[in-house]
């Protein structure tokens, strides 16, 4: 059975609204997956950007009076958790969510997630939230999540993040989801000297990757520590993993949809001279894209 995946926010480190940016989308993360004819009562969602909130309202829209979301965190910076107490889902008292994610050095998810819902900053504590809440830490293990089997890999981003690969149960093409990921020489994160060899093997024959390519070659000279990637350095990844469709994610906040045309653009090229099987495309706000489910 095919899955769908549904990109609900695009756009890396703080909204970016507006007519310049409006193609492409001005929320920050999130993706959805979900099998394809499925009655919205099962979902598993990756990362909550602002994005979530439209996700949440498409929800309330089908008229589910019980949702079962598994929402996996990349990790914990603000562009990636700030639409979450925004989620209409966490105000149904019949519906669950399960938040899953690393903790950040000794403080844990559940006690971050509290924070940035305390009364100075937020009129809605955690424990307000009529929804049934579960948050459980993910230590770098595989698991069984839904109708999926999720493996993980630390990525090369300040603070602890994740990298996500997802293949149904029942057989099918399979999603690695990367965003806020560091391909070249700069910072220091605690990856482990053979990172790069075991990431490539981890990615190796994804059918769909969704990969962080905030900046351009030149940007990144500027950028170096601060855990991003360039599309060109995405493309080259992909080429050496072996992925067959390339997704470029997390876009700058300052790129508007005619430099992010230029780039992807730029960024085709870059694949069709590799003579490979690659296809190219660039996440777009609202669309979707269908996988094989097997």
Known sequence: ???????????GSIPSPGGLTARYGGNTPCVSVEYKGGDGSRLLVLDAGTGIRMLGKQLQERGRSEVEVDLLLSHTHWDHIQGLP???PLFGGSNAVRVWGPKQGDVALESILRRQMEPVVFPVPLDGLAAQLTVQHIEGESLA??????????????????????????????LAYVTDNELGPGGEYEV???WRADFV????????LVHDSMFTGTELNQHRGWGHSSFEEAVALAVEAEVKHLVLFHHRPERDDAAMDE??????????AAQKPLAVS??????????DGG
């Open 86 to 88: 925004f989620f209409a």
């Open 192 to 194: 482990g000297p053979g």
């Open 1 to 11: 059975m095919a899955y769908v995946l549904t990109f609900w926010g695009t756009r």
């Open 201 to 208: 093997r981890f990615l190796r024959g994804a059918d769909v």
């Open 145 to 174: 999540i839904g109708d999926f089997d999720v493996s993980t890999i630390r990525l090369r981003h300040p603070g602890n993040t994740l990298g996500y690969r997802l293949t149904p149960k029942a057989g099918g093409s399979s």
């Open 263 to 272: 780039l992807l653009d730029a960024a085709r090229q870059m694949g069709q």
């Open 282 to 291: 660039a996440a777009i706000e609202g669309t979707e894209l269908t996988l």
